[in-house]
DNA sequence: TTGCATCCGGTACCTGGGTACAGGCTTACC
DNA sequence: GGTAAGCCTGTACCCAGGTACCGGATGCAA
């Protein structure tokens, strides 16, 4: 019966590996739901708070942004709208390969400037082997 | 004699494939230098402003922020100091490479967390087998 | 009951790469 | 010489994901 009582905001904030004015921001962006509070008005956070945590930065590990992770959150239970986590996870693996197939082009040109040998960005410029991706 | 007078800040932008604010933005940044002016304060570019517009936009291509961009422009001339080209390409390269290997682990735990076909990101985080990379 | 840590809401600031707007000047063409 | 397009400076705003600061209120222990 008073085991329900939860963690004070510094607490969750400590548990989680987040500072506490963050809390503050995901509930404003939805991600936390607003917790009860105090008498005088503070915030108490039940212990699955802290689960919530890890999952909010996992998905951001996975690169979902804080927009793409309260759509994932909200559309729990009525998945009548909204795509569902693993429709998400087809689409993000796309973007994900496709920066992927980008930076490998990137470190190609990387790795042929280098092998040319060019020293100058100008000067190099104005050779016609210069390996630059000039448009 | 004559040929010299050079372009206006409109021109040079839509020659660049660049917004003409952009310009004000790069002068400021240090990336071009301060162009002549008309007797009424209206910048005059030299034609080989084009050029180094290109050079500055493949650089970004590369990964090179703009105040990497600037140092390597600036680098030029006096390479007493500051690394030479093929320096920084080679630090970009690593970058580079360390962050596609990150998106390889993150395309990786997708497509796991896609064959796991779980479809809820709490009750998938209560599971054991949760492919998540929770903390 | 006093003292100190913590928390509250609101607002401003940070990075990076620009973009937009306001109010006034210059230039170019007819 | 009039008019319109273009340019000038300065400032504010945009995205994401937070972080910092402020003055005041609360919570908890001695």
Redesign the interface.
């Known amino acids: 019966m008073t085991d329900a009582v939860g963690m004070r905001s510094g607490q969750l904030a400590a548990a989680a590996?987040v500072n506490p004015q963050t809390l503050r921001y995901y509930e404003r962006r939805g991600l936390l739901p607003e917790p009860r509070r105090t008498a005088g008005g503070h915030r108490l956070y039940p212990p699955q708070a802290v689960?919530?945590l890890?999952?909010i930065?996992?998905?951001q590990?996975?690169?979902f942004t804080l927009e793409e992770v309260a759509e994932?959150?909200q559309a729990?239970g009525h998945r009548r709208h909204a795509a569902?986590?693993?429709e998400r996870?087809?689409a993000?693996?796309a973007e994900?390969?496709a920066?992927?197939a980008d930076?490998?082009v990137?470190?190609d040109?990387?790795?042929t400037?280098?092998a040319a040998?060019?020293?100058?960005?100008?000067t190099?410029?104005?050779e016609p082997r210069c390996p630059?991706?000039?448009?």
């Open positions: 590996g689960t919530l890890h999952v930065k996992a998905a590990r996975l690169g994932l959150l729990r569902g986590l693993s996870a087809r993000k693996l994900v390969e920066r992927i930076l490998t990137i470190a040109t990387l790795r400037a280098l040998g060019c020293d100058d960005l100008i190099c410029a104005g630059l991706p000039l448009p």
